[in-house]
């Protein structure tokens, strides 16, 4: 056996991009039908992942691929928390 580790892999729902796990943002839907976004990829919930970019994420809003990936109606003003905590990790 090879002590290569194997990298996951994840799709921006917004680009279709593959790209390492750790190079995107995770954004989770709660059991409490919230919608965050996941900075750490450990807390408990369904989780879609994005890239670091708010094309992406306007990308995934008009597509509707995080309401696909997530299954749950996502309101706009959710777009709006998720675009300016973007922002911030930019």
Do not use: F, W
């Amino acid at each position: 056996m090879s002590g290569i580790k194997k990298i996951p892999q994840r799709q921006c729902t917004g680009c279709g991009a593959l790209k390492n796990k750790k190079e995107m943002i995770r954004v989770i839907k709660t059991p409490e039908e919230a919608i965050i976004i996941d900075a750490t990829g450990k807390k408990n919930g369904r989780g879609a992942y994005i890239c670091k970019s708010l094309e992406c994420l306007r990308k995934a809003a008009k597509s509707k691929g995080l309401e696909r990936s997530l299954k749950v109606s996502i309101p706009h003003e959710v777009y709006e928390a998720l675009e300016k905590e973007l922002n911030g990790l930019e």
